[in-house]
């Protein structure tokens, strides 16, 4: 059997920079349990109507997705995956506020204080 060409590769669904890589590990690595991975959805909030959601995923459901970068294993929710393909995923730490950022090409607004999107 063949590998597949880059043009028939599908491209991930969410990618993490090394940043983002290297604080979900730390995350993961502290969990109490059993971690399958980094589950990621996406909820309704917020004031421009959908919001990104993280959390420890226990286990792995049978229509989730599952992508495989540097290391992490990301979970994605079935629901999310229209939304979110594309994204990549990194870790800012800065003075006042640190945290993960969806970098999402299918945002077509974001509100003001950057917790909401639509698309």
């Known amino acids: ?11 991930k669904i ?5 940043a983002a890589a290297a604080r979900a590990r730390v995350i993961l690595d502290a969990a109490e349990g059993t971690v399958a991975g980094l589950w990621i ?8 109507g959908k919001t990104y959601k993280m959390d ?3 286990e792995i459901g049978p229509n989730d997705q599952v ?5 992490i294993t990301l979970v994605i929710d079935p629901m999310a995956m229209l ?3 594309g994204t990549e995923i990194d870790y800012e730490d800065k003075d006042l506020d640190s945290g993960f950022v969806f970098r999402n090409p299918n945002e077509t607004a974001r509100c003001g204080c950057g917790e909401s999107f639509s698309v």
């Open 1 to 11: 059997m063949t590998e597949p060409t880059s043009a028939q590769q599908q491209p």
């Open 14 to 18: 969410i990618t993490l920079t090394e």
């Open 41 to 48: 959805g996406v909820g309704e909030g917020g004031c421009s």
């Open 83 to 85: 939304y979110l393909y």
């Open 56 to 58: 420890y995923a226990r």
């Open 67 to 71: 992508v495989e970068d540097k290391g």
